[in-house]
């Protein structure tokens, strides 16, 4: 049975901050509009692109949000 990614803190043998840490990386350098940082942390993060996806722990928390919402007004 596979893994649900979206109560785990792997996304198979690797962990979400590791993911999250190159991610950061790719936001810091395009900050400081260094386009050789930028192609390095992207080359990283190109690897997790198939973690994202709408059922992302954020999508989730948003997704329950509106589901309370919509029961409160009935």
């Not at 043998?13 to 190159?22: L, P």
Request: hydrophobic content about 35%; aromatic content about 10%.
């Amino acid at each position: 049975m596979p893994e649900d990614h979206t109560t785990s803190h792997r996304f198979g043998k690797v962990r979400y901050a590791t993911i999250r840490r190159d991610f950061q990386r790719l936001r810091v350098a395009i900050r400081a509009h260094d386009s050789f940082a930028t192609e390095e942390a992207w080359e990283k993060c190109e690897r997790w692109l198939e973690a994202i996806s709408p059922a992302a722990l954020r999508a989730l928390d948003a997704e329950e949000k509106d589901r309370r919402t919509r029961n409160a007004a009935y």
